[in-house]
């Protein structure tokens, strides 16, 4: 479960992802069309993912592991047949 006392911040969601138990010794992930597999245990927690570009100077390699960086994309996607509340909340 989320801490209840970190609060959200526009851009912050709630969601789920899955962690690698840190008893499962053997981790292989199988991928093939239509199939998949996992050796390993896994286990699903609910989290709070924050937004870090307001406080992308503070997020470097260094302090944080990763590194906010600019980047604009060559492809081109055309949503104009879906509003944002069709796609996801979050959606550009």
């Avoid at 699903?44 to 592991?65: A, F, P």
């Avoid at 604009?72 to 055309?78: A, E, I, M, N, P």
């Amino acid at each position: 479960m989320v801490n209840p006392q970190l609060s959200l911040r526009p851009g912050d969601l709630h969601g789920k992802l899955e962690f690698v138990l840190p008893t499962s010794k053997v981790n292989i992930r199988f991928v093939a069309p239509g199939a998949e597999a996992n050796t390993g245990k896994q286990e699903e927690k609910e989290v709070l993912i924050r937004d870090g570009r307001n406080e992308r100077s503070e997020l470097t390699l260094n302090t944080s592991g990763f590194q906010l960086v600019d980047h604009v994309s060559k492809v081109r996607l055309q949503f104009s047949k879906y509003t944002s509340d069709e796609v996801g909340h979050g959606f550009p």
